[in-house]
């Protein structure tokens, strides 16, 4: 077994789909939401009280400060599915075109990476989750099933002289710390 999809262990009896191509020239792997999910708009009250202070040329307190930059933190939606892969290889994750365009819904780190290694680890059996912030005027409902994300399998390279890092995976999601 080369690269492909699982499903968690947690989730093997709520009929989810393992993610597929929709066209034979199709290059990514479209991630279904695993469970209904809301992801609440950024526009919510602290973030536009903010803007009003910006705008005013005011101070905020670090209060307000931090209480709008809650309202732009991006959501976890669950897939249920998890990847394997070889170790020279990553999954990465990217917006569906219609994600921005029609549902207001984008990946706020660009793309998601999802090395060889998150597969099976010890925090949460390597279940991806989509990294998405809702930009529309009104929160949005995910329905369990929508495509959310689309995934692309692809080689990398390493550096010639590179030392190799010792460390192994600890955890699951954004567990590599400095």
Sequence with gaps: MKRGFEIVSTKLDQGLHLPQRQTKQAAGYDFEASEDFVLPSIWKRPFLKALRHLRKGTELTDEKTLLADQSLQPYLVPTGIKAYMQPDEVLMLFNRSSGPFKRRLILP???GIIDADYYNNPNNEGEIFVQLINYGLR???????DRIAQGIFVPYLTADDE?????????GFGSTKR
């Design 139 to 145: 929160d949005y409902h995910i329905k369990k099933g």
């Design 109 to 111: 780190n660009g793309v």
């Design 163 to 171: 030392e190799q890092p010792k460390l192994d995976r600890t955890g």
